[in-house]
């Protein structure tokens, strides 16, 4: 009965002790992305198939080797989304979203699929947070998107490096294929079954090659900076000032290419070598010809796709604090019937006012009770039996150091003044809920 007690292989579950990091992560991310002016957009968790071969691309690894595809019931060929962007694109034209004020920004928070060799940071379903800023192709939305991740990642304390590249326009990258073909096919007998297809149809994505002999040959391939028309460079070269003008470093990585086909012109990365490997924790770029493919008007973008995985991963690794689990504000014991009734009265009216507070639901005896209470790290306690109902007042004690108010049982009143004082932080916090 295995398979019913181990979840597939390359997912993961988030236990609930973890679960606060998420929520934590996805404040933040959509915080900073409200800061910049991308609203939150969500979409299916699955589209036609179609849909991810005309703009991921059929020669990339993500379509040939990594999508969940399957026919429905309906007879339709539908895809588990592998990334944000193709249908984010589809939900933008299918509505008319590229019609009002450009530039359009969206952000996005979501599941995607990849049928990958399972690892650490690599799942078969895995998170991405990610944005998309249609509509400018200025080199000035290239700075913005990528000055968005950099706040995000300083206000999280994550340490990432910044890598960019040009992958050119339609225009000049043919020059720069022919020069790639050349040089691979000098040695295409070596190369990888899916690498010879690769080299008539799209010489680029041979970079992209995991495959160690196809890596070695493309040590020392031509690259595209050589190859830029004069309208790239410029673009580039603004992208570069803009980003030297806010501040922010970056290397240029010559070698990024990107998996996915759609990109053009600016290429980036942030990477770290803080969990393991050189490993990509946000990767992005322009796609200026992709709405238009998709059957949209003529319009640029760009975007971005971070790994939320990764992005934890990197945190711990970083030491970067993350907000405390919350802590259960009060815990009522009762012994017998009658003091549990009063117990349940009161905890419905702390949990009305906005405080986590609870009470016996197991049953078990006062002590056992106790015990539970310090294991949820109740801030204050108090124990109702028959001599408190009768003369209806408790004592409220504080637990960390002990103090004790004595507090009338009539309702919850007195209690949740007492709790007010003591201006606990969590206390604040289950009340800006
Ligand atoms: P890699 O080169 O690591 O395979 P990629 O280029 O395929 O990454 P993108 O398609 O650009 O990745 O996706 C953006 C981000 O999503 C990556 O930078 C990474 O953080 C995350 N990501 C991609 N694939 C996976 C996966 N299988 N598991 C976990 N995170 C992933
Ligand atoms: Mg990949």
């Known amino acids: 009965m295995a398979i019913l007690t181990k979840a597939p292989r390359g997912t993961q579950d988030v236990l609930p002790s973890q679960s606060h990091k998420w929520q934590y992560l996805e404040k933040k991310f959509m915080e900073v992305a409200g ?124 340490e990432a490096s910044l890598e960019i590249n040009s992958i050119g326009c339609p225009t000049c990258r043919a020059k720069f294929q022919q020069a790639l073909h050349d040089h691979f096919a000098a040695r295409r007998e070596e190369l990888c079954d899916t690498c010879k297809d690769r080299l008539e149809r799209n010489p680029m994505r041979l970079l992209d090659c995991k495959s160690p002999i196809c890596q070695e040959i493309g040590k020392g391939a031509p690259v595209m900076l050589d190859f830029l028309c004069d309208e790239c460079t410029a673009h580039f070269d603004e992208v570069k000032a803009l980003l030297d003008a806010m501040g922010i470093a970056y290397k240029v990585n010559p070698t990024i290419v990107r998996g996915l086909d759609y990109y053009t012109k600016t290429v980036f990365e942030f990477v770290t070598d803080k969990i393991g490997s050189q490993a990509t924790v946000c990767g992005g770029g322009r796609y200026d010809g992709l709405v238009q493919q998709l059957g949209g008007p003529a319009l640029p973008g760009i ?25 259960c504000v009060c815990y009522i014991g009762a012994m017998g019937p009658a003091a549990g009734a009063k117990a349940a009265q009161l905890v419905a009216e702390m949990r009305k006012e906005g405080f986590w507070a609870e009470c016996d639901t197991m049953g078990r005896s006062v002590k056992a009770q106790m015990k539970y209470a310090n294991k949820l790290g109740a801030k204050f306690s108090m124990i109702l039996g028959d001599s408190e109902l009768e003369q209806g007042k408790a004592n409220l004690k504080k637990m960390d150091d002990g103090t004790v108010s004595e507090i009338s049982l009539k309702n919850a009143e007195e209690m949740l003044s007492v709790i007010y004082a003591a201006k606990l932080s969590d206390v604040a916090e289950s009340l800006s809920l």
């Open 303 to 327: 975007g971005f796709g971070m790994g939320i995985e990764r992005l934890l991963m990197t945190m711990e690794a970083c030491g970067c604090s993350f907000p405390e689990e919350k802590e």
């Open 35 to 158: 800061l910049y002016g991308f609203r939150e957009i969500r979409v299916p968790t699955f589209e036609h198939t179609e849909l991810f071969n005309r703009s991921v691309g059929d020669t990339t690894d993500v379509v040939q080797k990594e999508m969940y595809t399957f026919e429905d019931k309906g007879g339709r060929s539908i895809t588990l989304r592998p990334e944000g962007t193709a249908g984010t694109l589809r939900c933008a034209i299918e509505h008319g979203l590229l019609g009002d004020a450009l530039p359009v920004k969206v952000a996005y928070c979501l599941s995607a699929f990849r049928y990958e060799k399972p690892q650490a940071g690599r799942l078969r379903e895995f998170h991405q947070f990610g944005v998309e800023m249609l509509g400018s192709s200025a080199p000035a939305s290239d700075a913005e998107v990528i000055s968005m991740v950099r706040h995000l990642f300083d206000e999280l304390g994550v």
